[in-house]
Nanobody, 119 residues
Framework: VQLVESGGGLVQPGGSLRLSCVASGLTFSSYAMNWYRQAPGKERELVAA????????EYADSVKGRFTISRDNAKNTVYLQMNSLRPEDTAVYSCNAHRTRVGRNYDYWGQGTQVTVSS
């Protein structure tokens, strides 16, 4: 299983970025997909989540109204559109594939992509 993120970079406050995460080696449409972030010295935070079929989304309060998670099961890809970025959004963003089957959790992680919001 491999998850590969892309789209991170340096952006000014108020700017936008779109992160992508391409999955391979798993039945993508069977997995809920999540975006996490971790800033230096802070705990990892769940930013956004989307169900396997894409019918339901959840967001951390800190990003509601600014970030949008979406997925394309035909392309095995999950996206995170980030608008109105703030310096406090600076972190390494990682995608996670999750499913529970027969009482067992399956979790896979990407390597992460750096997002830096600074003027």
């Amino acid at each position: 299983v491999q998850l590969v993120e892309s789209g991170g970079g340096l952006v000014q406050p108020g700017g936008s970025l779109r992160l992508s995460c391409v999955a391979s080696g798993l039945t993508f449409s069977s997995y809920a997909m999540n975006w996490y972030r971790q800033a230096p010295g802070k705990e990892r935070e769940l930013v956004a989540a989307i169900t396997s079929a894409g019918g339901s989304e959840e967001y951390a309060d800190s990003v509601k109204g600014r970030f949008t998670i979406s997925r394309d099961n035909a392309k095995n890809t999950v996206y995170l559109q980030m608008n109105s970025l703030r310096p406090e959004d600076t972190a390494v963003y990682s995608c996670n594939a999750h499913r529970t089957r027969v009482g067992r959790n399956y979790d896979y992680w990407g390597q992460g992509t750096q997002v830096t919001v600074s003027s």
